[in-house]
């Protein structure tokens, strides 16, 4: 569904990828590892339209997809669930989901897609009428996932999506990742936690300095002990 | 002192102050989504009602025909200004963005006040439309201010409707609120930069008809309007429509009560001092906004 | 171009002026005259708007004031160079009693504020009796035109010495480091409201005798000539015209505007203002940057000089002593002695609370990781400890004395150095005076700018940045950054120094090389060192002991093997899994 290919993002002058090269099938879900600053946030920006690249091409469902901006790219399909979540803090949370269904093609679908994020967060149902802003953290991030899903999409794109999550809240958000990918969303996931992530994905990139420097299925890696040496913990 | 006095000019202020409220309406829309300092915001009021008198005394029109005229020519006139002069600057370094948008609008500033008091004389004007006098007690309410107070709140309680429930409206407040956040539900953030600011355009053209109905304008009090609007957007908190209403309201009340029973020339300088009081003791205004 | 020969060619150009005069020509003189008062009010602005990054809009009313001032006090009889005293004090308190509340505002709303006060003082001027209302103040009519003239040579003069003594001092630099990032100019000892209350000061001195001048000459003042917005405006738009922040920025700007605005008034007879506001809306579209920073003039062979950044002004002075390492304190006393200790210090924003009742003790000498997934406090707890946030509560004892109320440059004075997670230099300096900084406020015995700036070199070549010296600090990628902020916050000479994620990205070969500095440090020179890090390959090879934070507590605290083996720090920062290796 998404190839990326010898990808080049520039930050102002900064060079934040390099070359990198990636590849994701339709339903799967991929695995995007690596420290902070390796350029993970940057690769799912690029995919949206945010971060126009430099070289290389991201091609989407067969077109490429480079250049378009990031509204053009949420009507093909794509779906970002963003670093730090960006919420509008002084909406309320059924205002919050309706921005996500902005675009034109989601419009028609607003009612029917509020029911399925509270069918999959009975809490955001709860608080539909509250300010964004009082949320608590696992809450938000609940909030932007739906967000993100109002449109439809058929490739979801997380970044650190359990970032600030209370660890009584990451089991429940994990299980509606599953349940939505189950329902045949593709999920490209960026992830600071080796094990949670390789727990969810079947198949992970390494990144590290903008480049991919270690890819494959996710057992290959976890027997791998140069990737565990090197993520997992001790010499 | 006589209550019916009191009454009058508490009346007088909150008309003045609702005007203001509502130059203050468009520069709080145009500021919370572009952060841009636009000087020449009140200029437009202006020049406006320059227009708009001018427009009656040659044509005797219906003065919502005006407006309905003024509307569109300012929206198109604020859509253009930004499309084309600010948003190039938006891709440059904070500091030159700053300083280009502080150019722009103060050249812009002065080339509509002075074309303005060019083509149709620098003395200040109205539209002298008169009605009848209503008479409740001592007080003595001309219909016009009557129908322009209702006008100025059926028009708040309608923008804010607006702003709250339509699809525009709500691009506007979550671009306000998280400009990123607004990209990836698909808005487009430059078009709703612009379409912003025709927006806050086309509320001045609407208030710079219904000011000069009441009170006189000219091509230069575009400045001290811009000065107000800006006192009122901190009072009220950037974004905050009811806010910006009751501090619009506060301050128009001050001065004519300023006016009243100090020294008529004062008035202005209440709204800059409450400026200067307020920032001192609420860096960072009332808003939760907090500015770039 | 060597020192000498600028000062050869300004008195040159003095000179020149000064012979204007014999020309007869009253109105040669007064053009010039004017221009003179235009580069001294548009220079002093840029100090303030250039050099510091405050857009000061009521800049003018310091001009009106210092004038209202003269003539007043000549009207009342007080001898003529009182008269110009009585103008710059009276304008000089003015600005600090107004300083106090308005460097409170930060970008936007201290233009807004700035913006208000100009109105202010029309309306001032207009209504209060003393100032003679609109009628405004009118001298005896004297013709002075040429003791004005060659007062305004001499105070130009002032102005062009001022403004290269801020370029290359101390002070200037302080500005400099204001204009990039207060919260790391702080942390480099800069103490800023001085710094910015002192420069406005400067400022209005000088506006207020070039209004002083203006005054004398013309015999007459009234509000709107001397506070009205269109006239408020143009020395601004001269300084920006040219270039803010640039040496020569002003004087481009000023000669081209001033002939630009002679131009108008001679060959149209209307819409003059709306012409000038058509050049400044240009100017604003397309050049914001000043001509002097355009790529035509900078390209330029002959005049490409004029838009020369300031860091070509100021040269390190050569030879001073290459010491092996760094030119820092050895230190080895207090080892074992507590350096820093947290006790229940709880830190929350709103209703988030971000540190929750921590108390950990660290001692000196040691190396301590600090673990736990982004959003456990890591940050917030480095915040509170240099005192960029204060805590809500709780106690934080750094070398025997309690931080509570201590500004974020007392922290550093005492001796904590810390760099940022997201590096924070002072984007438009080189490498070389990011280092130079702190060691010009920080250091035990404050450097000059020349000595600073060779003592960097050495701090730089620490971190491996000996290659971009004369690097601009944004033009260095993520790592090279790290590395500046590294070096900068050594050069801060602490005694305990708090490092924030700084080896991320790095090879195994370059993380060794960075545990080995850290290593040093903490041998060679005592530092005690706190260190924020993800990687646990590299804590491994140097920590004593390690500290892992999450939800805003501390779950485990103790040696790295312990704690690795620790069932909470298992299940909540490395996963499920048992780590493979060891």
Not at chain 3, 161 to 171: D, E, N, P, S, Y
Not at chain 3, 401 to 407: C, E, I, P, V
Request: net charge neutral; glycine share 10%; hydrophobic share 50%.
């Amino acid at each position: 569904m998404l190839t990326i290919e010898n990808l080049a993002v520039d930050h102002g002058k900064l060079r934040a990828i390099w070359d990198l090269s990636l590849n994701v099938d339709t339903g799967a879900r991929v695995g995007l590892l690596g420290a902070n600053g390796a350029g993970k946030s940057t690769t799912l920006g690029a995919i949206l339209g945010i971060y126009p690249p430099s070289e290389g091409d991201i091609r989407y469902d067969g077109h490429s997809i480079v250049g378009n901006s990031p509204p053009l790219n949420v009507e093909s399909g794509i779906a970002l669930v963003p670093e730090g979540r960006r919420l509008f803090g002084e909406m309320t949370v059924r205002e919050n989901l309706e921005m996500g269904a902005y675009t034109k093609s989601a419009r028609a679908g607003v009612a029917d897609n509020i029911d399925h994020a509270f069918a999959l967060f009975p809490i955001l149902k709860q608080k539909h009428n509250d300010m964004a802003g009082t949320l608590s953290g696992g809450q938000q991030q609940m909030l932007a996932i739906c967000r993100a899903l109002m449109s439809s999409p058929d490739l979801l794109l997380l970044d650190e999506p359990f970032l600030g999550v209370a660890p009584i809240l990451v089991d429940e958000v994990m299980e509606a990742l599953r349940r939505i990918s189950d329902e045949g969303v593709t999920m490209l996931l960026v992830e600071q936690n080796i094990h949670r992530a390789l727990d969810f994905v079947e198949h992970a990139y390494v990144i590290e300095n903008g480049r991919s420097v270690l890819d494959g299925a996710k057992d290959t890696l976890l027997n791998d002990p140069g990737f565990s040496n090197k993520f997992l913990g001790l010499e | 002192m006589d209550a019916s006095i009191i009454i009058q000019i508490a009346l007088g202020g909150i008309l003045l102050g609702g005007l203001y409220a509502m130059v203050a309406f468009g520069l709080s829309l145009i500021y919370g989504v572009a952060r841009i300092l636009n000087f020449a915001h009140g200029t437009l009021l202006a020049v406006g009602g320059v227009a708009a008198s001018a427009i009656f005394t040659a044509t005797a029109w219906n003065p919502l025909l005006i407006m309905a005229l003024l509307v569109p020519v300012l929206g198109l006139f604020g859509y253009v200004f930004y499309d084309k002069l600010l948003q190039p600057l938006t891709k440059r370094s904070h500091f030159e963005y700053t300083v280009g948008s502080v150019l722009v609008t103060v050249g812009a500033l002065l080339i509509l006040s002075d074309v303005a008091a060019w083509i149709a004389g620098p003395a200040p004007r109205n539209i002298p439309l008169r009605f009848e006098a209503m008479e409740f007690g001592d007080v003595i309410v001309s219909t016009t201010q009557a129908w322009i107070l209702g006008g100025i709140i059926v028009f708040t309680i309608v923008l804010h409707f607006y702003i709250k429930k339509s699809w525009f409206g709500r691009a506007m407040r979550a671009v306000t609120q998280d400009h990123t956040g607004a990209t990836i539900c698909g808005v487009q953030a430059d078009r709703v930069h612009a379409l912003t600011f025709a927006f806050g355009s086309g509320i001045v053209a609407i208030a710079a008809v219904l000011y000069t109905m009441l009170f006189p304008v000219d091509p230069y009090m575009g400045f001290s309007l811009t000065v107000k609007a800006f006192t009122i957007i901190i009072l009220g908190g950037i974004g905050n429509l009811v806010g910006a209403l009751i501090a619009g309201i506060f301050l128009g009340l001050a001065e004519g009560f300023t006016s009243f029973f100090w020294a008529t020339q004062w008035a202005p300088a209440i709204s800059i001092v409450l400026l200067l009081v307020i920032l001192v003791i609420f860096p960072q205004g009332f808003g939760w906004r907090k500015s770039k | 171009m060597s020192n000498y020969r600028y000062w050869l060619g300004g008195a040159f150009v003095l000179a020149a002026l000064a012979l204007i005069p014999t020309s007869g020509s009253a109105y040669t003189t007064t053009l010039l005259f004017t221009m003179l008062i235009s580069y001294t009010l548009a220079q002093s602005w840029d100090w303030v708007g250039g050099e510091a990054g405050y857009i000061n809009l009521a800049h003018f009313a310091f001009y009106g004031i210092g004038a209202y001032a003269f003539c007043l006090s000549l009207l009342n009889g007080i001898p003529i160079a009182l008269c110009f005293v009585i103008a710059v004090v009276v304008t000089s308190i003015v600005a600090l009693v107004v300083s106090f509340p308005l460097f409170r505002l930060r970008g936007d709303y201290f233009a807004f504020a700035t913006l208000a006060i100009l109105p202010l003082t029309e309306l001032l001027a207009f209504n209060f009796d003393f100032t003679g209302g609109a009628d405004g103040v009118v001298l005896p009519p004297k013709y002075v035109l040429f003791e004005a003239y060659y007062l305004a040579i001499g105070l130009v003069g002032l102005t062009a010495i001022a403004t290269v003594w801020l370029i290359r001092t101390r002070f200037g630099y302080a500005l400099k480091a204001i204009r990039n990032d207060e919260e790391a100019a702080e942390i480099c000892g800069i103490r800023i409201f001085p710094a910015k209350s002192r420069v406005l000061i400067m400022s209005a001195g000088f506006a207020s005798l070039a209004g002083a001048l203006q005054g004398w000459q013309l015999s007459y003042i009234d509000p709107t000539t001397v506070f009205g917005l269109d006239v408020a405006l143009i020395p601004i738009a001269m300084a920006l015209l040219g270039g803010s922040g640039l040496l020569w920025g002003a004087v481009v700007g000023v000669i081209i505007l001033s002939l630009f605005n002679q131009l108008l008034i001679v060959s149209l007879p209307i819409l003059q203002t709306a012409i000038f506001g058509l050049l400044l809306l240009l100017i604003g579209r397309y050049m914001p940057g000043g001509l002097l920073r355009s790529g035509i003039i900078r390209n330029n062979r002959w005049i490409g000089f004029l838009g020369r950044e300031h860091d070509r002004f100021v040269k390190a002075t050569a030879g001073v002593t290459m010491t092996d390492g760094l030119p820092l304190p050895k230190q080895s006393d207090m080892k074992g002695q507590p350096v820093l200790e947290c006790r229940n210090l709880t830190m929350a924003f709103g209703g988030n609370v971000a540190v929750d009742n921590i108390s950990l003790t660290i001692n000196a000498g040691e190396i301590v990781g600090l673990v736990g997934t982004n959003g456990s406090g890591k940050t917030t707890l480095f915040n509170c400890i240099s005192k960029v946030f204060e805590q809500k509560s709780g106690d934080i004892i750094f070398l025997g004395q309690n931080l509570a109320g201590a500004r974020r440059d007392d922290a550093s004075k005492l001796g904590i150095g810390r760099t940022f997670q997201i590096p924070q230099p002072f984007s438009d300096l080189t490498v070389a005076e990011n280092i130079a900084m702190p060691l010009m406020y920080r250091g035990a015995v404050s450097a000059s700018l020349p000595d600073a700036l060779g003592l960097a070199t050495q701090f730089a070549e620490y971190v491996g940045l000996t290659d971009h010296l004369s690097a601009r600090a944004d033009s260095l990628n993520l790592q090279q950054k790290k590395a500046l902020e590294l070096a900068r916050a050594l050069a801060c000479r602490p005694r305990l120094l708090l490092v924030d994620e700084v080896a991320s990205g790095l090879t195994p070969m370059e993380v060794r090389n960075f545990v080995n500095h850290i290593r040093e440090l903490r041998d060679n020179y005592g530092i005690t060192i706190i260190w924020v890090e993800h990687i646990f390959s590299a804590l491994a090879q140097v920590v004593d002991r390690v500290i892992v934070m999450e939800q805003g507590s501390i779950i485990a605290d103790g040696p790295l093997d312990d704690v690795v083996r620790d069932e909470r720090v298992l299940r909540t920062y490395l996963g499920s899994a048992a780590p493979e290796a060891v």
